[in-house]
């Protein structure tokens, strides 16, 4: 199948039925290879961008995948539909007690996936070295801002020096390439994003800044305060010398630029600005057992109610085909017509 060049959700579709085999397909072609699965909704963070300071209602225990059921699922997707790349994401991933099990589990896989982590790095320095060892490869971690001031505000909690110690021991523990994911506050982000990157430069981490996206709690969102990719490049260019990463961008979700000359780069991920959808790879597990094709969808396949179900294998597998095979075309945050999921981020993964 040739992929379709994509630009807006209402490009047609195919109406023939999922493969049964093969790739992880949808019906513009694109072949999905990373699986993001959502450990727990939980978080020990109140951003602003994503949920109140008061939090959240978090999902009840017993609507949690156990251990035992995300591991089922992580083999199907691995051995039977093509998943090469595991990112474990939350809320906060480091909340699941069952961690290093799980990784381990993963890690036993054949073939071996790569596995990811994205956390806000609280408790990391604890755990970074019981990860690695268990078969985790690298981690991006969550930091908006190195000044505490600002961190604090941004979090709504003064946990900044726990973050660089879950960074530094990452570090130790081999975990890396390390990635530093930055999403720019509207008030402060102008003046974090330069000692953010020369804080990444300094410590040999690689700075990747995220473009807010309409995902938050309250469905405040607006536009018109997003720092967008252009932005974010004219503030740094006034600092450092900006080149593009002459690698080809595949199927990432940041544009890599090289800075003052290189080898060091930062990325900027322009989810709303400059949507990649076109190049999308990605499947989405949630907490509580619900494929998500994309992001920002709007509809899900329970797998949690067929595993508890007593449906074997070959059913989750074709239910997981025909969730990403109705895969839109594009996430539609420009279209006239889009509707922010109910769903906050904490509760997709990120």
Partial sequence: MTVTPL???????VSTPAPADGPLIDTFGRIATDLRVSLTDRCNLRCTYCMPAEGLDWMPQTQVLTSQELIRLLRIAVTRLGITTVRFTGGEPLLMKQLEEVVSATAALTPRPEMAMTTNGLGLHRRAAGLAKAGLNRVNVSLDSVDAAHFAAITRRDRLDDVLAGLAAAKAAGLGPIKVNAVLDAVTGRDDVVPLLRFCLEHGYQLRII?????????????????????ILTILRGHFTLA??????????????????GPATVGVIASVSQAFCA???RSRLTADGQV??????????DLRALLRGGADDDAIEAAWRAAMWSKAAGHGINDPGFVQPDRPMSAIGG
Wanted: net charge negative; glycine share 8%.
């Fill in 211 to 231: 473009e807010q996206m309409p995902l938050d709690a309250g469905h405040q969102w607006k536009r018109g305060e997003v720092l967008t990719a252009a932005e």
């Fill in 292 to 301: 998500r094709n994309c992001l920002f969808a709007t509809s899900e396949t």
């Fill in 7 to 13: 630009g807006l959700p209402s490009v047609s579709r």
């Fill in 244 to 261: 593009p990463d002459p690698r080809p961008r595949g199927s990432a979700p940041a544009e890599l630029w090289q800075v003052d000359g």
């Fill in 279 to 281: 190049a999308c790879d």
